[in-house]
């Protein structure tokens, strides 16, 4: 119990946070990057240990992708890799408990990034997390809504099969638009309702209702800062994903810790 009070040092003074949104600060793009040197700084420090827990996620993408191909559901390939960093924001909370431990001073082993299962804030986080799954499954849903309704009726002999009218008929390009665009809309609405969410319920134990609204009144606070931080993520991790997404084994826990930094820059204490 005693070490509980350790890791949480500001349990008890908001457990009953209210559902309202947390002050924000207005950030600029120097404190984008700055997050991001600092969260290259933390993958530095211990990067066997941050290469570890960031396994998980290309690991997965790999596994997903492989058995897209293996049942010939080819339309779904893309809607998978795209849609996968959806599930990115609570991917990363182990990473997230890293970087806080390490601000405090303390131990930064691989091992204390499992001690989100005891966190105060574990609820909201898991609750959350399952709403993301949810969004992202709706997002694989629409995709294969799309595909059946534009190219539905061709075949899926092999993979060229369904590239040669993706790209040479009207209606494989109107896949491409329609779902880029709806894809677009999914990732703004996890981005705006996660960018600071997930760490903000690690450090200050508040339910998920505040940590939403705080995220989405950082959004709004900071627009132009954080399309850019937005454009950032998804092309390092375009970047990452080139090399079958081995690449994400560096570009995620930078992400990760990143992401921990710029909470800390835009909500105070």
């Known amino acids: 119990m005693a070490d509980m009070h350790i890791h949480h040092p500001r349990m008890a ?24 040197r600092q969260g290259l700084s933390d993958f530095m420090a211990q990067p066997s240990h941050l290469l570890f827990i960031a396994l998980i996620y290309p690991v997965a993408g790999i596994v997903l992708a492989r058995l897209t191909v293996s049942y010939n559901i080819f339309p779904l390939l893309f ?22 431990r390490r601000e405090l001073g303390m131990d930064t082993s691989w ?31 629409s995709a294969w809504a799309i595909y059946r309704w534009l190219l539905g009726d061709v075949p899926l002999d092999s993979f060229e099969s369904f590239m040669t009218p993706l790209l040479t008929t ?3 390009w109107t896949m491409i638009v329609l779902g880029n665009s709806l894809g677009l809309l999914f ?7 996660s960018v600071v969410s997930f760490p903000l319920m690690l450090d200050r134990h508040v339910d998920m209702a505040t940590a939403v609204k705080t995220s989405l009144a950082a959004v709004e606070k900071n627009p132009k800062v954080m399309m850019y931080w937005g454009l950032t993520i998804t092309a390092l991790l375009v970047l990452g994903s080139l090399p079958v ?4 084994i560096v570009v995620m826990p930078i992400l990760g810790h990143a992401s921990w930094h710029l909470y800390r820059k835009v909500v105070p204490r």
């Open 245 to 248: 997404l081995v690449g994400l």
């Open 79 to 100: 809607p998978l890799a795209s849609g996968f960093a959806l599930l990115g924001p609570f991917a990363a909370i182990g990473l997230y408990e890293i970087s806080r």
């Open 111 to 141: 091992k204390h990034a499992l001690d989100v299962l005891h966190s105060p804030g574990i609820g909201p986080i898991a609750t959350l997390g399952a709403l993301l799954t949810g969004i992202f499954l709706a997002w694989l849903f």
């Open 13 to 36: 003074a908001n457990d009953a946070a209210p559902a309202d949104a947390l002050p924000v600060r207005e950030i600029g793009v120097a404190d984008i990057r700055d997050a991001l």
């Open 187 to 193: 990732a703004i609405l996890v981005f705006s309702i």
């Open 170 to 172: 009207a209606n494989g």
